[in-house]
């Protein structure tokens, strides 16, 4: 079992990266969107939803299967490795980043934090799926 800080560093990390995430939406829809009634702006359409999950899926997959680490990871020294410690393929990222629904945004990463606290490698549904794990660099 890690240590109290180890959890923070990973909860650091995804905050950092999910807030480059959001300021490039916010930033997309500032440029791209339209005024609404409530007075602030929208962007609808199924174009705009695919540009937005694109950025997703390029940020943070290909970061960490290119580079081993997202923003986040690499301001916190953490990375991103293999069950046996060697790097991991972008679509091992790809799959470990298809839970955070469930592991991220389901009650405040709850889930994430429940699972890693009980598995021996702390590892995130995304991690125990993608044969994945997160380490201190």
């Known amino acids: ?7 923070v560093l990973r909860a650091t990390a995804t905050v950092l990266d999910y807030a480059v995430y959001w ?8 440029y791209f969107g339209k005024p609404n009634d409530q007075g602030t702006q929208e962007v609808q359409g199924c174009g705009h939803f695919l540009v937005l999950s694109i950025a997703w899926a390029l940020w943070l997959p290909l970061m ?7 923003f986040g990871k690499w301001t916190c020294d ?4 293999t ?5 991991i393929s972008v679509g091992q990222a790809f799959v ?3 839970l955070d629904p469930i592991d991220l945004l389901s009650f405040f990463g709850l889930v994430a934090y429940i699972v890693a606290k009980n ?3 702390s590892q995130r549904l995304g991690d ?5 794990r997160v380490i201190e660099d």
Do not use: D
């Open 96 to 98: 470990r980043r298809l």
């Open 128 to 132: 125990l799926v993608a044969k994945t």
């Open 1 to 7: 079992m890690r240590g109290r800080w180890y959890f």
């Open 78 to 81: 953490l990375r991103v490795t």
């Open 23 to 30: 300021s490039f939406v916010f930033a997309y829809i500032h």
């Open 64 to 70: 960490e299967g290119l580079l081993g680490r997202s």
């Open 119 to 121: 598995t021996p490698l």
């Open 83 to 87: 069950l046996h410690g060697k790097p």
